[in-house]
């Protein structure tokens, strides 16, 4: 069992590892036609015009197109083969979980879990995510290249980074509460929907459904 774990968790590793030499390597090719504009600014105007560095440029940005695309291709890959061995285990865990997670936890929290939440994890979250890392390296590389040319730079781009740092700490908070009170609503809906189908023949012997619709609306 153990076993089975340190091979899972190294897979696990090795996969991260790979992802990220692949977005940094994407992210390195992403910047490189810039940069080499920026050589050919330095060089003489003959030089310029001549089909070497037109090649040079138009290999770059294909690198970065293709790069680009494989980069996705595999990140989004990754993520919907993570998000199905995640909703694997939460199905083996409900199956296996005492009767007293039943007790505690209602139908519609746990209908929750495997409808919105994992939803969200197979939609939103990759494309999200895919966002982000390419937003925060391109910003990084965008913020390390000047540094190189004037390392004053440095100290108007730290105060900058620490400025957002706070604000995304903060907002995270914020938004996590927001999804919990969310989630806390929502449960009940699922709960009393779910109860509702289960005895729909007793609810319909007894002309009960304007009750029910009424109990679902408020």
């Not at 090649?55 to 990140?75: C, E, H, P, T």
């Not at 505690?104 to 994890?121: C, E, H, Q, V």
């Not at 391109?138 to 957002?164: D, E, G, K």
Request: with cysteine; proline share 3%.
């Amino acid at each position: 069992m153990h076993l089975g774990a340190d091979i899972a968790v190294r897979l696990t590793l090795i996969e991260s590892t790979k992802q990220l030499i692949l977005f940094f390597s994407c992210a390195a090719v992403m910047v490189s036609p810039n940069v080499y504009l920026s050589y050919l600014t330095k060089m003489t105007s003959k030089n310029q015009q001549g089909v070497t560095a037109l090649g040079v440029y138009a290999s770059l940005v294909s690198a970065a197109f293709i790069l680009a695309i494989i980069r996705a291709f595999v990140f989004f890959h990754v993520s919907l083969r993570s998000a199905e061995n995640l909703h694997d285990k939460m199905v083996r865990c409900v199956l296996q979980a005492p009767v007293l997670f039943f007790d505690t936890n209602p139908a519609g929290r746990i209908l929750n879990r495997f409808s919105k939440d994992i939803g969200a994890i197979d939609e939103i979250l990759p494309k999200m995510f895919l966002l982000a890392t390419q937003t925060l390296l391109f910003v990084f590389t965008a913020a390390l290249l000047p540094s190189f040319t004037n390392f004053w730079l440095v100290l108007v781009t730290l105060p900058i980074f620490m400025i957002f740092a706070y604000l995304a700490v903060y907002y995270l908070k914020t938004s996590r509460d927001l999804k919990r009170l969310e989630s806390v609503c929502r449960s009940p809906v699922f709960s009393h929907f779910s109860e509702t189908m289960a005895g729909l023949d007793t609810i319909r012997t007894r002309k009960r459904e304007g009750d029910f619709i009424d109990k679902f609306y408020q």
